[in-house]
Each structure stands twice: as structure tokens, then as C-alpha cells.
């Protein structure tokens, strides 16, 4: 009988597969039933990954919408072809590559559906469009399986945000599988990262942090105790908090326009210039 | 010192723009003969007609001409899967269909650029970075809407129409074609297309693509032929909307045969692009941007910028500028990378924009034309400007469709307004400033259904195209090249 190579858990942070710098993992069993340790990531590991993710935003906001979506659609290519061996069920990887198909088809599209061309009493023309945010902490719903934590970072990707993933360690193997595609997947490095751990805490390490603009929770993600925290610890830098439903369908425009900000610009349009003041 | 002279500055290049031929070597497969592809199959047909390359007048293949048969054996299979399949299937699945599409057209991209070129005559350089790549955009762009309709009109609960009949141009062959599918399957319609009859090729290739994707039969049928089959298309009981890209007169016959029935339809139809170049606008992109506008694909293109108009206090200077860049644009092999202009699509066409420089001249305007080397055989035309013309000329009012230019001035934006607008067409316009408000201004004045500000024949499935007055009615690309082909959301 061969034995089998046994595969080291690692968060996928910055285009890399990295260990906690705490050195601490938590144990737990992989689908194939040997033992495992899954990275437990640590209040520094979220600091570093943040730093990165937002590095990363402009250069993923700056891309082509055309380009982005056929990022999301090469991992949809990617989990299907993978749909017999994550480890999860085949119907759970083929349901989220569905998903990443459908928010391939959001990414050239959801500016154009909720920005508005805004017909002003001026000689100006006056346009809303919908932008990133900036970095969004998201968490999945772990009875949601693959497919939620494609719906949580799919979300805040399409909007044009960078998003870390908080798994908790009993989905470390599965996180890993999924930053697995993610990795060949084409997306820049740092513009999606996936820790795991002990969600609670690197939540409320996140809460605590002031360059984290929104904590994107979908389902029952976390105890309703830690709801009440991070309506609290959002208040003082005015972060935004979003609570979704389980990840059974995908985010509709009017929950993806809450993971964007509305920007207005007013452009002069008369050849004599519109400056004309009133007073 | 160096003594002044009255000689105008010249281009001393020495040679150094004497480049070895570069040409595209990607091997594009040709049958001696084409029939049809219906019900998912290629079909023998029979009055057989030939399609030749424009470069060199060398017949290509034997295409049939689709008769009242085969077209409305074209339209059944068509309603076939359109009441069975395709219009069940959910719009999360059709959307992969045409994802599926969008892949295939980009792994095989260089092979249809290298076959379009052969066929259409137009540079390898366009059908490699515009043709191909922007036809495969445009399946992944509607691909991604096909489970999102509900999103594209406000309140809207939108159903498929049915079978749509589309008859597209020799000018963009693939591209037409994939502008007019995507939205069609997308929404849920199936189609009988029918390509113009100097360029089906691409088209045939595009079919073997829809067998490797296992495109239901008959979601899209094709059926070769000239304007005797696409009239019977168009003119089919059993089609339910019409799609036509092609000339304002041909237009203007299927609007009169379609009268009086259900049929829904989308035209989009010929233009006499105005195109502004004000005094305070970078005169160098300017200049770039009038070159694209009316010599890109030998200015076969419905939107071209065909009328220019130059603030006066610059129009010499400017003149000279665009001429001394028209006199180094390559024109030759078409599959040559190093080529800027190609070939005339068909002798017909040529006929035609030589009639209109006769005209030209007879009216009285100062016809050039660049000093270029011109190959000796196929059908080619250098690029041409005309100046000393009037509103009133006629090669300033009708759509040569072929690489001229006419040349006007004018002293202030308000007469700029007034001579762009000047005109039964509404499809393009550009305009150039530096100045934003400006831009903003005269863009918004400007009666047709697209506007360029500093730039032209810029192109993206997510922004509509489509004209107003005698250039038609109905968009093709973004949300609003859905609405023409959903029902129940008026």
C-alpha cells in the first residue's frame, strides 16, 4: 500500500500560500480522514493580510471589467474541472462554479445597471457611479459550503474591492482548496486572500483595525453576541457592516451596491463655463 | 546658419519605412464549396455563386444561394428550438452556451482573423486586435446578462420573441454576426442569420464552432445567399423580429415588406459621420483620430468619419498635417502585419466610390490622393481626400463607404452644430478639444446616436451602438441591445 503525501494547510494571502506567523494551527480531521493541522491565523496575520489587500485594490479596480470577468469565469473553469475531488460534495464545487459564473457576468454590467446619468437644473452633466469601498472582511456561512465562500468573495470582488475571507478551521481544508483555484485562477495577487482559524476572534481583531472599510457577514457566520461588537467598533471609523442572508442565491444589485460607495461628478458643460454664481 | 527656404518640411525617412513582408502565416482552412448550416448540420444547397479574395480577385469557394426552401427550413428548425429546447432552457444555462462560444472564438482566434482577412480584405491587423477579439467580447458580455434579464428593464418581466431573421454586411462579417447572435440567444431567441454574400466564410467557420459547443440544433441557423435570400428571411410568416445591418435603401425595402405584419425590428443602417476638429484640440491625436475614422477597415464602416470639419483658422495647417500622415500609411497584402489599409471588398464597391470621386470632381472639389504604392492587382483604392467641397456636394451628403474624406471648415461651434447636423443620416460623430465643456457641449448637440469626443470608431459590448433618422433605430450592445429582443416589457 503507497503512502500518501500528506498535504501542510496554509492561508493564502498576497498570491501566497503562507503559515500564521504565530506558528499555531488548529487540529482537525481531512475529508479522507487523516489528521490535519489548519493554520489558526493570528491579530498580525489580519494586519499583514489587510496591508497587502490594500495594496492590491487599485490594480484590481484598475483592470478592465471585461478582464475581471473573465477572471471570475477561469475560476468557474477551474472548480468545475475540480468538481470530483474537493473536498466537498460534487454538487456543493459545481454549484459554486456556477456562482463564479454568474458574478463573471456582473463584472462588465453592475456599474452601468446602478451608476445614473442625473439630470440636474444645471448646465452640467452630473453623473453617479458606483466604486469600491476598499478592503472587505467577509465571512461565510459555513453550513454554505464552497458555494458561500465563493458568494463571500465574489461579492466584494465584483464591486471592485479587495476582500480577505475568514474560514473557520473546521473549512481549513476546504479554504485551501478553494485558494488552490483561486491561485491559478489569474487574479492578481493580494486583491483576494483566505485565512483561517477561529473566525470570532480574527473578527475582532478586524473590528479593531482602522484601514478595514467593511465586514461583508453572510448568514449565520458568527453568534449574534459579536453582531452587537462590531456595530459598536464600526461606529468609530464609520465602517460599513453588511449582514446577508445564506448564500442559497446570489447577491442581487441591491445588496452588491451596499458593498460599493456612490461617487457624483458634476462636469461643466456649456462652452462659456458654468461657474455662474448667483450672488 | 542654416538658410530658410520656402520648401515645406518633408519626411526624410531614407528608406527607413521600407519594411520586408511580414505576412500572417496562420494556416485558415478554405472548402472548395458551402451550403448551409441548418438544424445544427451542414447542408448541401445548390445555384452555387463564388466568393472571391478582394486582394487579389482570385475565386475562394463556391457558396449556394439559399432559396424560399431552404430558408423556411431555416426558420423551422429555428422555431423548433425555440419552442422546445432553447426557450425552456434556464438563462443560467444559455449563458454558458454562449460562454462557451466567447472561449472558442478566442482559442481560435488567429485562425478566423486570418480567414476574414482572405475574405473580406481588410488588413490582418484588424481582424487580429478589433474584429476577433471585440465578436468574442461580445458573446462573453451577453453571456453574463442571459440569467440577469430581469435586471435589464425596470419592472420588466421579459420573454423571449421567438425566431429573429438577421441579414448582416460584407464590412464586418464576424463581428456583425456575433453583435447580432449574442443578444438574440441571450434572451432566450433562436435565429436564422444570413451573411452577406462577398464574405460567408467566417460565418461557416463560426458554425463549426456552434458544433464543438454543442449548441442545440438549430438555436442558429445560417443560410448563404444574396439579397433574394435575405429578403425571404426577412419577409419568412414565421419570423418574429428582424435584425438588418446594411444600407439606408435596403432598409428602407424591408421596413416596406415587413409593413403591416407583428414583426418587431432593429436597423441599423448607413451614416455620414461629421467630425469636429476645433482649434484648441491636440492637433497631432486629432490627426490620428480623423485616420482612424475614415481609412480604418478602408472606410467600410457605417459610422465612418467621413465629413471632416476644421475650425478655419487651422484647416490649412491641418490639411497638411493629415496629409503628409494619409501619404505613409501602408497599403497592400491585407494578410501583411506591416499593412495599414487593404483591399476594396469587391469590385462592385470599387465601382462605386470611383463613381462618387467622378461626381467629385464634376462638382467642382480638389480630389488627392495619397502617392502610395498600390498594388497592381485586386481591387484597391488609395486613401483620398477631398477638399473645396460644399454642404450641398454630393459626395458631402451620400455614404461613399469607401476610404474618402471629404473636407470642410467652419468659424464657430454653433456653424460646426449646424453643418454636422446638416444631413438625413444620425448614426456617429466626433468631435475634438482640450477644452471638457466644449467637448460636452457640441457632443450633446450633435443629432446621431453616438458621439466620440477625441477619439473615433471606438467599440465595447457594453456601450450601445445604433443610429437615429435615416441611419435607423434600435441599439446592438449593452443593456439596451437586449430590448430588442424581449417581449412583455412593453
Known sequence: MRTSVDKTLKMYVGGKFIRSESGRTTPATSAKGRPMNVAAASRKDLRNAIQIARGAQAGWAGRTAYNRGQIFYRLAEILDDRADGLPTTEADTLSAADRAVHFAGWADKITALLSSLNPVAHTYVNYSMVGPMGVILACPDPADGLTGMVEALCGPLVMGNSVIVMVSAEQGELAVALSEALAVSDFPGGCVNILTGDVASVIGHGIRHDDLDAVYLLGEAVDSSLIAEIHTENARVMRRFIQAPRSTEPAPPGRLVQLAEVKTVWMSSAIMGGGGAAY | ?490
Open chain 2, 1 to 490: 546658419m542654416t538658410k530658410r527656404t520656402d520648401a515645406k518640411p518633408a519626411l526624410q525617412l531614407a528608406g527607413a519605412l521600407d519594411l520586408s513582408p511580414a505576412p500572417e502565416s496562420c494556416p485558415a482552412p478554405i472548402k472548395s464549396r458551402y451550403g448551409h448550416f441548418i438544424g445544427g448540420e451542414f447542408v448541401d444547397g445548390d445555384d452555387h455563386f463564388t466568393t472571391v479574395n478582394p486582394a487579389t480577385g482570385e475565386v475562394l469557394a463556391e457558396v449556394a444561394a439559399g432559396s424560399d426552401e431552404t430558408v423556411d427550413q431555416a426558420v423551422k428548425a429555428a422555431r423548433k428550438a425555440a419552442d422546445g429546447v432553447w426557450g425552456k432552457m434556464s438563462g443560467a444555462d444559455r449563458g454558458k452556451f454562449l460562454y462557451r462560444i466567447a472561449r472558442r472564438i478566442q482559442e481560435r482566434s488567429r485562425e478566423l482573423a486570418v480567414l476574414e482577412t482572405i475574405d473580406n480584405g481588410k488588413p490582418i491587423r484588424e481582424t487580429r486586435d478589433v474584429d476577433i477579439p471585440l465578436a468574442a467580447q461580445h458573446f462573453f458580455y451577453y453571456a453574463g446578462w442571459a440569467d440577469k434579464l430581469q435586471y435589464a428593464v425596470p419592472g420588466g418581466n421579459p420573454t423571449p420573441l421567438g425566431v429573429a431573421g438577421q441579414v448582416i454586411p460584407w464590412n464586418f462579417p464576424f463581428l456583425m454576426a456575433s453583435w447580432k447572435l449574442a443578444p438574440a440567444l441571450a434572451t432566450g431567441n433562436t435565429v436564422v442569420l444570413k451573411p452577406a454574400e462577398t464574405t460567408p466564410l467566417s460565418a461557416m467557420l463560426l458554425a463549426e464552432i456552434l458544433q464543438e459547443v454543442d449548441l442545440p440544433p438549430g438555436v442558429i441557423n445560417i443560410v448563404n445567399g444574396a439579397g433574394r435570400t435575405g429578403g425571404a428571411v426577412m419577409g419568412h410568416p414565421d419570423i418574429d423580429k428582424v435584425a438588418f445591418t446594411g444600407s439606408t435603401n435596403v432598409g428602407r425595402i424591408i421596413m416596406r415588406q415587413i409593413a403591416g405584419s407583428k414583426k418587431k425590428a432593429t436597423m441599423e443602417l448607413g451614416g455620414k459621420g461629421a467630425h469636429i476638429v476645433f482649434a484648441d484640440a491636440s492637433l497631432d491625436q486629432a490627426v490620428e483620430g480623423c485616420i482612424n475614422g475614415i481609412f480604418f477597415n478602408q472606410g467600410h464602416v457605417c459610422c465612418a468619419g467621413s465629413r471632416l470639419l476644421v475650425e478655419e483658422s487651422i484647416a490649412e495647417e491641418f490639411l497638411e498635417r493629415l496629409k503628409r500622415r494619409v501619404e505613409v500609411l501602408r497599403i497592400g497584402n491585407p494578410l501583411d502585419k506591416n499593412t495599414d489599409i487593404g483591399a476594396i471588398n469587391s469590385v462592385k464597391q470599387l465601382g462605386t466610390i470611383n463613381k462618387y470621386l467622378d461626381i467629385g470632381k464634376n462638382e467642382g472639389a480638389n480630389v488627392w490622393q495619397s502617392p502610395c504604392p498600390v498594388p497592381d492587382k485586386g481591387f484597391f483604392l488609395p486613401p483620398t481626400i477631398m477638399s473645396g467641397v460644399q454642404q450641398t456636394d454630393t459626395v458631402v451628403r451620400e455614404e461613399i463607404f469607401g476610404p474618402v474624406l471629404s473636407v470642410l471648415t467652419f468659424r464657430t461651434p454653433a456653424e460646426a452644430i449646424k453643418k454636422a447636423n446638416d444631413t438625413e443620416y444620425g448614426l456617429a460623430a466626433g468631435v475634438w478639444s482640450e477644452k471638457n465643456s466644449k467637448l460636452f457641449e457640441v457632443a450633446h448637440a450633435l443629432n446621431a446616436g453616438i458621439v466620440w469626443a477625441n477619439g473615433y470608431n471606438l467599440f465595447d459590448p457594453a456601450s450601445p451602438f445604433g443610429g437615429v433618422r435615416h441611419s435607423g433605430f434600435g441599439r446592438e450592445g449593452g443593456i439596451a441591445g437586449l430590448w430588442a429582443y424581449m417581449g412583455g416589457i412593453s
